[in-house]
């Protein structure tokens, strides 16, 4: 039998163009993955301690798209969680964002709001244009407190200074006048009640959808019959490098895990400064789960290894412009995703974009696309 669509990548783009062709559009997908799991990044699992944990880091679901929340309720309940996190400044955890107690804490003072955008106004050295990564914060805060929370984390994170990083990947965090300690700010702040992967296995449920795990782009495409392509891997991969390697950053996870129930006050603790690391996270704040153990990963950023974030630059982003021409040239093939379309996007980001494509490629009107199709109660729980 051929396939109408070889998907290649099993993540939250491939994974949600898998569902809604088939779904709604009655298409015949092969939806394959290198790896030997489904969910992409966002894959959880249970550790051999029985304790849940993000494979691939922390994910925390939010988004202010009721349209991207409506869709994947279909898939999963949800656990309300607000994501908190401190960084390790000073031999103190206060909170980030910066907010007025991480101020008042870091000084000992006890400023009122209107005293702390005082305080942000005096120490800002304000930039005519905001360009790159240290303007943001130096703008609006100041060069110590851009020095003791941003520029060592992005120098151990990115392998380059601030100064060399578009402006969007600092500005991914704000800085608060208020106490409002939260991480996000979104509508909606939830987690999968049953994790991520099971989300998944309940969003690739369809008859039309087979599944390939352990298999590559390359030793398939030849091999099985299929009329277009999705591809969610990294583009420049896809067109063997002819204009030179796009630039990603990765990470690798060290897991431990220790013979109480928790080691943290918040889910994820930041080392901007001392520490190789970057950060620490705590699943169980992330997933509720009960259990006498609890297991942490560290963060150790590096150069080599599976292309987990794009980087953010005017090189890069005029890098990848080439080969989007060259995408969007290829008859037959289409590119999404955080690493197809080598965008630093969210789960959340990376869903609407998939339902957009969805809404490209089959000319349906974009209103229709999520629209809620009843799920049989078979794959509810
Ligand atoms: P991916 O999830 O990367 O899926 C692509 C898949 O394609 C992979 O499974 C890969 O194995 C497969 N593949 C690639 N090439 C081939 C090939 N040649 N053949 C076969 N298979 C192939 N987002 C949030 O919203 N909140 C968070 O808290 C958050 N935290 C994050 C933390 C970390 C450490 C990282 C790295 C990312 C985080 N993200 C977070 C971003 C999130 O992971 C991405 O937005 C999302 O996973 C992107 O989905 P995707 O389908 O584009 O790519
Ligand atoms: N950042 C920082 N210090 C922090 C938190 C974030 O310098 O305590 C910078 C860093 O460059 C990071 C970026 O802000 O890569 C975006 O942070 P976010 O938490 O969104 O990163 P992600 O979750 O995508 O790794």
């Not at 030849?222 to 420049?236: F, K, L, Q």
């Not at 696309?369 to 009843?374: F, G, K, L, R």
């Amino acid at each position: 039998m051929a396939f109408d669509y070889l998907i290649v990548g099993a993540g939250f783009s491939g994974s949600v163009l898998a569902e809604r062709l088939a779904r709604v559009a009655g298409k015949r997908i092969l939806l394959i993955d290198k790896r030997p799991h489904i969910a992409g990044n966002a894959y959880d699992h249970f550790d051999e301690a029985g304790v849940q944990v993000h494979k691939y880091g922390p994910h925390i679901f939010h988004t202010n798209s009721k349209e991207v929340f409506d869709y994947l309720s279909q898939f999963t309940e949800w656990r309300p969680y607000q994501h908190r996190v401190k960084a390790s400044v000073d031999g103190q955890l206060l909170p980030i964002p910066i907010n007025l107690d991480t101020v008042n804490g870091l000084y000992g003072l006890s400023m009122s709001s209107y005293d702390v955008e005082s305080f942000f106004n005096a120490a800002a050295e304000r930039v005519e244009q905001v360009k790159t990564s240290e303007d943001v914060i130096v703008n609006r805060v100041g060069r110590e407190l851009y020095e003791k929370f941003f520029r060592n984390y992005t120098r151990k994170q990115w392998g380059m200074d601030p100064s060399e990083l578009d402006a969007q990947v600092t500005a991914r965090v704000p800085v608060r006048t208020n106490r409002d300690d939260r991480y996000f700010t979104d509508t909606y702040q939830v987690m999968p009640r049953r994790g991520y992967t099971r989300m998944f296995e309940r969003m690739i449920d369809h008859p039309n959808i087979k599944v390939l795990l352990n298999t590559t782009y390359a030793e398939i495409v030849d091999e099985i019959a299929h009329a277009e392509v999705i591809y969610t891997g990294p583009v420049d991969e896809y067109f063997d490098y002819c204009y030179g390697k796009l630039p990603y950053r990765s990470l690798r996870f060290e897991f431990e895990t220790f013979d109480t129930p928790q080691v943290q006050p918040v889910a994820v603790i930041n080392y901007p400064n001392e520490q190789p690391y970057t950060r620490v996270t705590e699943f169980k704040h992330l997933t509720g789960q009960v259990h006498a153990k609890t297991t942490v990963v560290y963060e150790y950023p590096q150069a080599e290894g599976d292309p987990y974030y794009p980087v953010p630059r005017p090189e890069n982003t005029a890098l990848y412009q080439q080969y989007k021409a060259l995408a969007d040239a290829t008859a037959g093939v289409h590119f999404v995703g955080r690493l197809g379309t080598y965008k630093y996007y969210n789960m959340d980001q990376v869903t609407a974009q998939a339902l957009t494509l969805f809404a490209r490629i089959t000319g349906r009107p974009r209103a229709e696309i999520s629209a809620a199709v009843p799920v049989p109660a078979t794959v509810r729980s």
